[in-house]
């Protein structure tokens, strides 16, 4: 398995950014698809962003589309999560996972996860 540690939450005004880091080891990085979900409090864990293998290819959820930008930088083993223009209701544990198989946005196909970063966006 792969051990994840993320980075970079913290508290931040509405429309404010944040660069959220999972710095990766134990297995070779670039063979994983990788992922950000997150999870509200009283809420299910859901879906943010995925990256393919070397980073080709990227896949959002509807809502954070245009304000979030997911990247990897394999020769560092580190996952990235570039948040902007957050809203309050992006308030949410943060966590990187690592895929079985390729890109998906199903927390079922996930092999590994971090253990999360808290990102806490005030009005």
């Known amino acids: 398995q792969v051990q994840l540690v993320e980075s970079g939450g913290g508290l931040v005004q509405a429309g404010g950014s944040l660069r959220l880091s999972c710095a990766a080891s134990?297995?070779?990085?670039?063979?994983?698809?990788m992922g950000w979900f997150r999870r509200a409090p009283g809420k299910e864990r859901e879906f943010v962003a995925a990256?393919?293998?070397?980073?080709?290819?990227?896949s959002y959820a509807d809502f954070v589309k245009g304000r979030f930008t997911i990247s990897r930088d394999n020769a560092k083993n580190t996952l990235y999560l570039e948040m902007n223009s957050l809203k309050r209701e992006d308030t949410a544990m943060y966590y990187c996972?690592?895929?079985?198989?390729?890109?998906?946005?199903?927390?079922?196909?996930?092999?590994?996860w971090g253990q999360g970063t808290q990102v806490t966006v005030s009005s």
């Open positions: 990256i393919t293998k070397i980073g080709g290819g990227t």
């Open positions: 134990g297995r070779t990085f670039s063979n994983y698809a």
């Open positions: 996972a690592t895929f079985r198989r390729g890109l998906s946005s199903d927390p079922l196909t996930v092999s590994s």
